[in-house]
């Protein structure tokens, strides 16, 4: 027999149901459209890129050209992950996963700061194991067009997926514009070894130190991608400076006493926080409950981008 609480589950969950397509539209239309409508265009953008570089590279008899190319193959991996990864941090919060799903995106994040160091590292291992290397086929200028083409397109490329991910607070869109970038910078060794061996051969050498001051900036961009995702997953807090903020926003609220025990961690680029409150302690449950919500409330409108807030309520034993 159905009882009254199997009835109010049926409908709770009925009236979740009702409610989760138009959750899902909100979610789609404000943070899942954008970063899927540049992560395509970076993904089509890539492989055209890569196409035309392997061209001009065997047209014009060069293997920079040629393992640019494959540099650019490897921004694909990491477009690709946005566009799976996006599905599931975006999603809204769930029995299951009542604190939402950003650590997908950290994951994602670290994934793409992981590429980058292991493209800096490739970098670098062909220039110091070719230094010695000479080519057989005489280099020409029409090799040019694909890493310039790189450069305008990447850098072009760069400025709008940083944009789109700083307007969103995607920290993965963000690294994966830096992919955008270091796929230009890694083009500029291969126009100098173009025109270097254009012209005379022993001008290669150019070449080989160029990747290698690309190569060190790119593993610097990928620690500076990887640490706050890092941070993250090891559920660390906000700063001690967002952590007063917090504290001074708290302490305006009439009829909190004292703000303690705060406990943030970062969820994505926004964090959760739970703090204590002491109020006077002959209030009734109601006038105490009042504070909290309005604790809560504002810190959500002045915090330092807070995604929930847990307000515990104390007595204060210290009152008159």
Not at 25 to 30: G, I, N
Not at 158 to 171: C, F, I, L
Not at 222 to 234: D, G, H, R, Y
Request: net charge negative; charged share 20%; proline share 4%.
């Amino acid at each position: 027999m159905c009882t009254f609480s199997d009835r109010l589950d049926v409908d709770v969950e009925r009236e979740k149901n009702q409610n989760e397509p138009a959750e899902r539209k909100r979610y789609e239309s404000s943070e899942i459209a954008p970063v899927r409508r540049i992560t395509w265009i970076g993904l089509f953008v890539n492989i055209g890129l890569a196409g035309l570089k392997f061209v001009v590279g065997f047209l014009g008899a060069s293997q920079a050209v040629i393992a640019d190319a494959v540099h650019s193959l490897s921004d694909m991996t990491t477009d690709i992950a946005v566009l799976v990864g996006v599905k599931f941090w975006s999603a809204p919060p769930d029995t299951c996963h009542p604190y939402g799903h950003k650590r997908v995106e950290a994951l994602v994040t670290i994934f793409i700061g992981i590429t980058l160091a292991a493209v800096a590292c490739g970098l670098a291992y062909r220039a110091m194991v070719t230094l010695g290397d000479r080519h057989v086929h005489h280099t020409t200028l029409v090799a040019l067009w694909g890493p310039v083409a790189s450069i305008f397109f990447k850098e072009l490329l760069y400025h709008w997926t940083v944009r789109v991910g700083r307007q969103v607070k995607s920290p993965a869109l963000v690294a994966n514009a830096w992919h955008h970038r270091s796929d230009a910078l890694s083009s500029v060794p291969a126009i100098i070894a173009v025109v270097g061996a254009s012209f005379h051969p022993s001008l290669d050498i150019l070449d080989h130190i160029g990747a290698l001051v690309i190569a060190g900036f790119i593993l610097h961009v990928s620690w500076k991608i990887l640490s706050p995702a890092l941070a993250e997953v090891s559920d660390h807090g906000a700063s001690e400076a967002e952590q007063d903020r917090i504290y001074r926003i708290a302490m305006t609220v009439e009829g909190v006493a004292n703000v303690h025990a705060i406990r943030t961690r970062k969820s994505g680029a926004r964090c959760l926080v739970d703090l204590h409150i002491r109020v006077a302690p002959d209030l009734s449950v109601r006038a105490g409950h009042d504070i909290a919500e309005t604790v809560k409330k504002e810190l959500l409108k002045y915090g330092p981008d807070i995604l929930d807030v847990l307000v515990h309520v104390e007595p204060d034993e210290q009152a008159p």
